[in-house]
């Protein structure tokens, strides 16, 4: 486990693309150190809330509850399967693919601008720009020889990283009916999808996608659990 964290945090400090690892026991030492991690940083992140809300120091925004919308078994399959699936696909699989990268975190950034933009002229504005963007860095890459592509690529790879893990936890605003960044609170809202945003991340350059899906599907799997017992 001491091998696992020690990895990781390395890996943080100056995240860059690995070589896939085929060492079986080491990634059944990640995943379940990095599972017991996202937990207990969860459950903290959870217990800090409560303590909040019941001092009313911060305002009270509800989970949007699927159970009630879809049923369990519905529910279930929504944030056990197709919600690893759906998400691993398309957060974590352009870690690996420097073009996607580049687009994902362009058109990403333009999205979450336009959401917060009334104005519709300049919402196109925003769009068209930072799609531009998005092709000049990637036809200035292309461009280059292959190794000092390769080398810059790796110098700017922590900022694909993080943001990526950034806009993750963003997306899951609309878990929680009402908040927005209005609301500084929203920092604590979120901040257990953004650590798990780092652990995905990590498995998926270390291990490949399928580890980061089955980590998700686990993680999402236990919580569903619980929240299924609490209601029962």
């Not at 999205?111 to 860095?137: E, H, M, P, W």
């Not at 993080?162 to 929680?176: P, R």
Request: charged fraction near 15%.
């Amino acid at each position: 486990m001491y091998d696992s964290l020690s990895s990781y945090w390395q890996f943080l400090k100056h995240p860059k693309l690995l070589k896939f690892s085929k060492n079986k026991l080491q990634l059944r030492s990640d995943f379940i150190t990095l599972l017991i991690l996202d937990y207990m940083i969860a459950f903290l992140v959870m217990g800090t809330l409560s303590i909040l809300l019941h001092y009313k120091l911060i305002k009270e925004y509800p989970l949007i509850d699927l159970t009630k919308r879809f049923g369990l078994l519905s529910a279930g399959f929504l944030i056990c399967v197709a919600a690893p699936f759906l998400e691993e696909g398309i957060f974590r699989y352009q870690l690996r693919k420097r073009t996607l990268s580049i687009y994902f975190l362009t058109i990403s950034l333009a999205c979450i601008a336009i959401s917060n933009t009334a104005n519709d002229y300049l919402k196109i504005a925003i769009f068209i720009s930072l799609f531009l963007i998005a092709v000049l860095c990637d036809t200035r890459f292309k461009s280059m020889p292959k190794v000092k592509s390769y080398f810059l690529w790796q110098k700017l790879y922590g900022w694909f990283f993080y943001l990526t893990a950034v806009i993750f936890a963003y997306v899951h605003l609309s878990n929680t009916k009402g908040l927005t960044v209005a609301d500084p609170s929203f920092i604590l809202y979120i901040l257990a999808q953004l650590v798990i945003g780092l652990s995905l991340g990590y498995l998926r350059i270390k291990y490949g996608l399928i580890y980061a899906i089955l980590f998700h599907a686990s993680y999402n799997g236990l919580l569903f659990l619980i929240m299924a017992l609490g209601g029962a």
